[in-house]
């Protein structure tokens, strides 16, 4: 058990709504990551988190913006969901740089009609 | 900037087949790299992790080598089973990220 969590697993919304994912790890990973995930585009990194209050962006940051106040949560904001931002996002963490293993959970389904 | 691929994009064979995933890498300066497998609609299970370091590590069935001077990884499964069918990626850690291959589908048929 990689001890990480994300709500809501499936979420439907519309084109111009704000939409806020939830990333909760219990191992006390330093590094957290966001990803989507779409066919032809594999895994793209969104944003990611090297400790409490910093981060730093992604090849995909555009849209999206994240926040951590504490190690064990990590939340990825859509400000203005659009159908772009239709994919399947993935939470990861992991220890350390260079040398850690990557966990992931279980992914969130987002559809923007 | 790190590109990654993974050839071939899909892969089906009979069960028992001993097997050979290729992940090529264009930067060289990496600190690791991962195999994970991803089942459909799941996350992704770490597989193994090979230092830069490292020239190979093993689990079970599971081999995986690593030649960071010509940018190459190798995951070599053997005797292959149905419940080996999964998507396969590979991932390299060249700062504090890790970039990912778009993934070899296997499917092996009893």
């Known amino acids: 058990d990689a001890g990480i969590t994300q709500s809501p697993r499936h979420k439907v919304t519309e084109t111009g709504t704000p939409v806020t994912l939830r990333c909760h790890q219990t191992?006390?990973?330093?590094?957290m990551y966001w990803y989507r995930q779409d066919p032809g585009h594999g895994l793209r990194l969104i944003h990611y988190s090297y400790g409490v209050k910093d981060t730093d962006k992604g090849e995909v940051s555009d849209g999206y913006s994240v926040s951590r106040s504490k190690t064990e949560d990590f939340l990825l904001t859509l400000e203005s969901a659009t159908s772009s931002q239709t994919s399947v996002y993935f939470c990861?963490?992991?220890?350390?740089?260079?040398?850690?293993?990557?966990?992931f959970g279980e992914g969130s389904r987002l559809t923007v009609l | 900037k790190q590109e990654v691929t993974q050839i071939p994009a899909a892969l089906s064979v009979p069960e028992g087949e001993n097997l050979v995933l290729n992940c090529s890498f264009t930067d060289s300066a990496i600190y690791n790299l991962q195999w994970f497998r991803q089942d459909p609609g799941k996350g992704l299970t770490s597989l193994l992790l090979i230092q830069s370091s490292q020239r190979e590590q093993t689990s079970g069935r599971l081999n995986a080598s690593l030649d960071k001077s010509s940018g190459r990884s190798t995951l070599y499964i053997a005797a292959s089973q149905p419940g080996d069918s999964a998507t396969y990626l590979c991932?390299?850690?060249?700062?504090?990220?890790?970039?990912f291959g778009t993934g070899t589908r296997l499917q092996v048929f009893p």
């Open positions: 191992e006390n990973h330093r590094y």
């Open positions: 990861a963490a992991r220890k350390g740089q260079g040398t850690g293993e990557l966990f």
């Open positions: 991932a390299v850690d060249n700062t504090d990220k890790l970039i």
